[in-house]
Structure formats: C-alpha cells, structure tokens
C-alpha cells in the first residue's frame, strides 16, 4: 500500500480546563482522511519553527480562525476589527511563502483564504458592514453551518469551476465579517456572493492554491461539491509529490 500524502494543518491554541491546548477541527481532518491524506498538526506560532514544519507536509490546509491583524496590509485597525493573533498571522504568512517557494499545494478555508492573500500582497476588509458601500449579505449566518445560506457565482473557465461545476444554485455556508478586498497579484477570483463579495480565489498560472471564503469541511458530509474540493486537494498533492 502506497503511503499517503501528509497534510499539515495549522492547531488552534486555546484554554481548554485552564490549560493551553492545540487543536484542529476534526471535520476538516476527516476531509482530508475520506480523500485520501492524512493528517498532521502544526501546533505552535513561532514563525521560525515553520520552515522544519513544511519540510514534513506534502500539502497544506489553512483552517479557519481569527481575524487577520491590519498591520499585515498596511491599515490600523477600525472599531470593528475582531479578535486577532500576530504570531499566528506571522507563522502562517511563514508557511504560505514557504509552500509557494517549495509548491507545496494549499487548500484555504475562511480565515486561511485571508491570511493566504495578504501572505502574497493582497488586503483585506476589516469589516464587510461597515466599509463597503453596496448592501451586503448575511455573511455571518445564524443558520446551522452544514446548510448553505447564500449563493455564489463561480467564474467560467476557472478550475474551481471544473471542482464544484457552475449554475445559479450553489448554496456555501457563511461565517466571516472580513473578507479579501484587493486580491494577490499572482491570485484571481473564482467565486463571488450577490453582493459583490469574494468567495474564492484561485493561483493564476497554477493549480497550486484554492482558496474558499466558506467552509466546505462543515459540508462535504452531504454534498458532493464540497467533497470535490477534498478530492482536488488530495489529487493536486499527489501530483506535485
Ligand atoms: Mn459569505
């Protein structure tokens, strides 16, 4: 039996019984087991430690998390800037250039989206609310997150589109106040809300990144698109192994 490619996935640190604990979210484990990968976790901030990290990883998922400090493209913060972590920022814009230099292929989910475009040069709304002058959505939904809540429109031609297909009926879940304003140069848009909001972005001249504004881990268990992106993940692995 041939070995399975590893993906790294970056811990969450909080206090668990008053102590201090890592831990990533086992929906997205299970994604990547169900396609084919296995798992291991990335579980400290120090940016320095990363290049040791991304030398174990065949691929790389950027979970969701907090938000992304502004200092990291360029702004200071406004009021409705939320909870936010620069060692974590900094270790994983660490990982990110690291995977680019050594294309080691990324999945980005939520936060990872944003953390992934700013780690390439890209910005970011602090507050989709507040700074964007055309009515948004309810992008941070009240629904159960294994439901989709709003649609998206991907771009023709994209190779999200191969992924998830195309249509007017493609429902994502939702749970973000921030999201990429200018995008990365070397990135480009594959999905976007009715609102005009980013939903996804994608590597121009490669199939190394994909990145989803919503979180697939909560959905794939019951829709098949949503499992297309593990299985396109693990399959980009293995072919840049
Ligand atoms: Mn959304």
Known sequence: MSKRPIIGIPAEIRLIKDVQQNSINQPEIAGVV?????????????????????????????????DVAPKFYGEEPIPQQGDSDALLDESEIKLVQLAVEKQVPIFALCRGMQIMNVALG????????????????QHYQKAPMDQGTHRIAVTPGSRLEKIIGGGDDIYVNSHHHQAVKAIAPQLQLTAIARDGVIEGVETKDSDLITAVQWHPEFMWQNDERMRALFTDFIGRVEKHQ
């Open 34 to 66: 169900a396609a084919g990968g296995a798992v291991i976790s990335i579980p400290t901030r120090e940016p320095d430690l990363m290049a040791t990290y991304i030398e174990l990883c065949d691929g790389l998922l950027l979970p969701g998390g907090p």
């Open 122 to 137: 890209g910005t970011m709304y602090q507050d989709i609310e507040s700074q964007r002058d055309k009515k948004t959505l």
